[in-house]
């Protein structure tokens, strides 16, 4: 069987599983794509998955959205989009893929010291901001700021519904914005969306069982799938470098 044709297979599985669900297994998709696709050809690859899921998922999850936490979050997120397009420009990609790792890390001790000690400042816009302008680096340099994205929901006490439309709709924006950047630095085109095809029928088939599989899960055991997906995403991180 072709291997570039499994891996897309296997990347649309996760990317509709990853965004109708526990979120956070967006991190692994990245290092599984330049298995195939060496580079960063890959993000242009990934891209137009990601948007066709969040189409699928801004329709699906439509209500319950705090507009509140994304007015807070999404200004700086913008302005880490573009500080991003520039870094990707210059990074090397091993640099890069080494230090996102470290960033998994850190924010999965983070969710796990604030289950032990409360701490109110991750619900002051001072971290909205922080958090925003972080992930707006890191969406843009990897398609990855899922994790830190959904620790950030997490402690602003939403519930299920509300933090996945939330972070539905924050992706959405987000992904648009990167659209043109990435065609800019010639990641995206013509050619890099023919391939991108070849993973809509495991995007389907990972959205079915995502969407199905989120309403079967209960707060404790969502906040923990989060985390031990960003471990594992972490951990393919560090292999790949």
Do not use: C
């Amino acid at each position: 069987m072709d291997l570039p044709l499994v891996i897309l297979f296997l990347a649309g599985l996760i990317t509709g599983f990853s965004k109708f669900s526990v979120g956070g297994m967006g991190l692994l998709i990245l290092p599984i794509v330049m298995v195939a696709f060496p580079g960063p050809e890959a993000l242009g690859i990934l891209l137009p998955l990601y948007i066709v899921t969040d189409l699928m998922a801004v329709a699906s999850y439509r209500h319950k959205i705090a507009w509140s936490v994304l007015a807070r979050f999404l200004p700086l997120a913008f302005l880490g989009v573009f500080v991003g397009s520039h870094f990707l420009a210059n990074i090397g990609a091993d640099q890069f893929l080494t230090f996102l790792g470290v960033i998994i890390v850190a924010m999965i001790g983070l969710g796990l010291y604030l289950d032990f000690r409360p701490a109110a400042f991750m619900r002051k816009p001072v971290t909205a901001y922080l958090m925003g302008f972080f992930g707006g680096v890191i969406t843009m340099m990897a398609n990855a700021a899922g994790p830190m994205f959904s620790l950030f929901l997490l402690e602003q006490k939403l519930e299920k519904a509300t933090y996945i439309s939330t972070r539905a709709w924050a992706f959405f924006i987000l992904n648009l914005l990167k659209l043109p950047l990435y065609i800019g630095l010639g990641l995206l085109s013509v050619e890099s969306t023919k391939t991108s095809l070849y993973a809509l029928p495991g995007l389907a088939l990972g959205s079915f069982i995502g969407y199905h599989f989120l309403k079967k899960v209960n707060p404790i055991q969502f906040k923990w799938m989060i985390r031990i997906m960003s471990a594992l995403a972490a951990f393919k991180l560090f292999l790949f470098t």
